[in-house]
């Protein structure tokens, strides 16, 4: 049995996690037919085979370790697979609401807990993932290979040994004096904005119920041409989607008399390399915010303009490790002490904590025909958040679509207010993208 200590995002998502908000990764895929639950349990018994930390739990420790240590167990003889079976659309989102309302358990292996639904016009397949395991794109690389093993197809090992390249200081720590510097100063330059309290999302019809809800979109394929291959040219895809978000969020907030003011969003970054930048089921994202006054996001276009420049920024600067050396802190501290930092983020007033988060994986490809079960029709995935940030948002494409997932704490909307407000960003999607390309 291997073990390897947790890296700084491992540990920063473990003291985020409780029991109201489970820090948890949420991944799921539709097929057209039908899964077989044994045919799917070998399936799971045989993915986590190319993943160490998809077989880890966690290592005791003492009050006084100065880190946790995962343990990775050689194999996994089963995996929990829990199975619904459900009428229509409306049960699965009642069964996929009970499956995200607890963080899998770190005490034993795996670090994920996995649902099958039987649903009438094609099965779902979700998994909830402790977020100390893995990030989004290691979820999504999880998600692949269980469904390589359910098609019996080969599914190459990562091109890298995933536990010797598990340490985000030597991917984006700061390399030399004159690099931090410049995240000094990108850091003193973010807290200014700090004095311009940022927007928060208006609440509709929330309950003080745990965990969450989901909403699930997706485009067809040339409403996913209009949005994607039509964009100003110097804009990326996340640009525009972190745009109209804000947008969303201005639109949202005065149908319902709130002033939207300076909206920002948590935007993850991949801190793998290129050659390797889908691969390894770890936590190597970290996250800058990218934040818009109020005069910059009153029309979709001077929103992708400004998110632009916020995130040419951030490249140019290498922000996306900023995180990593500001954590690097707190590594030193005991078990003890890290347990209780989430505790301080109550003495912020919640100043420091964005208006809500959008994570885009990019292009999913490679997914395979499943036999029987047919073809994998969608594929969602959403983060967590923590209120006050209330809406977290994760968008990829697979097969030329746009898939969208809004996962949302149930103190901040009810079901029908939740729909609503996804079908505020689709309609800025589509509608204000078209009208922006048109008066070009």
């Known amino acids: 049995m291997q073990n390897t200590p ?3 995002l491992d540990e920063l998502y473990l003291a985020l996690d409780r029991r109201e908000e489970p820090w948890v990764v949420h991944v799921e895929a539709r097929v057209t037919g039908r899964l077989d639950p044994d045919r799917l349990a070998a399936a799971l018994a045989g993915a986590v085979q190319h993943h160490p930390i998809a077989r880890a739990r966690l290592a005791e420790s003492r009050r006084t ?6 343990e990775i167990l050689d194999d996994l003889s089963e995996v929990p697979l829990h199975i619904a079976a459900c009428d229509d659309e409306a049960m699965l989102d009642q069964a996929r609401e009970r499956h995200f309302a607890f963080s899998p358990s770190l005490d034993v292996a795996p670090p994920f807990a996995v649902l099958l639904a039987h649903v009438p016009d094609g099965d779902a397949l979700v998994l909830n993932i402790n ?3 893995v990030d989004g794109m290691g979820a999504a690389r999880l998600m692949r290979s269980i469904l390589h093993a359910y098609a019996h197809e080969e599914d190459p090992d990562p091109p890298v040994d995933p536990l010797a390249v598990r340490d985000v200081r030597e991917l984006a720590g700061a390399a030399s004096a004159a690099e931090r510097m410049v995240r000094a100063r990108a850091l003193a330059r973010h807290a200014l904005t700090q004095a311009v309290p940022v927007a928060r999302l208006a609440r509709d019809g929330g309950d003080e119920r745990a965990a969450y809800g989901f909403e699930l979109l997706s485009f067809l394929r040339d409403e996913t041409a209009t949005i994607v291959d039509q964009r100003p040219p110097d804009a990326t895809v996340n640009d525009l989607l972190v745009a109209a978000l804000a947008m ?3 639109r949202w907030n005065h149908e319902h008399g709130v002033p939207a003011g300076r909206v920002s969003i948590s935007v993850p970054m991949n801190l793998r390399p290129c050659d390797w930048r889908t691969d390894v089921v770890a936590n190597l994202a970290s996250y800058v915010t990218v934040s818009l006054a109020a005069h910059e996001h009153e029309t ?3 929103a992708i303009e400004a998110t632009r420049r916020r995130t040419a920024t951030i490249k140019r600067d290498g922000l996306g490790g900023m995180v990593v050396d500001l954590l690097a802190g707190p590594a030193t501290l005991t078990v003890g002490a890290k347990r209780r930092l989430q505790n301080l983020i109550a003495l912020t007033g919640d100043v420091v904590v964005d208006t809500a988060s959008l994570s885009n994986l990019g292009v999913v490809d490679g997914l395979p025909p499943l036999g029987d ?8 995935l959403s983060p967590p958040g923590r209120m006050p940030l209330g809406a977290s ?6 097969e030329g679509r746009l898939h969208v997932a809004l996962r949302y704490r149930h103190a901040q909307f009810d079901h029908d207010a939740a729909k609503a407000f996804a079908g505020i960003y689709r309609d800025v999607l589509l509608a204000e993208t078209s009208a922006a390309v048109g008066g070009r």
């Open 6 to 8: 947790l890296n700084l």
């Open 65 to 70: 370790d100065r880190s946790h240590r995962w």
């Open 131 to 133: 977020h100390a395991a």
């Open 248 to 250: 969303a969020i201005t």
């Open 300 to 302: 979709l276009p001077e």
């Open 373 to 380: 079960a047919g073809e994998v029709r969608g594929l969602w």
């Open 393 to 398: 948002f994760g968008v990829l494409t697979l």
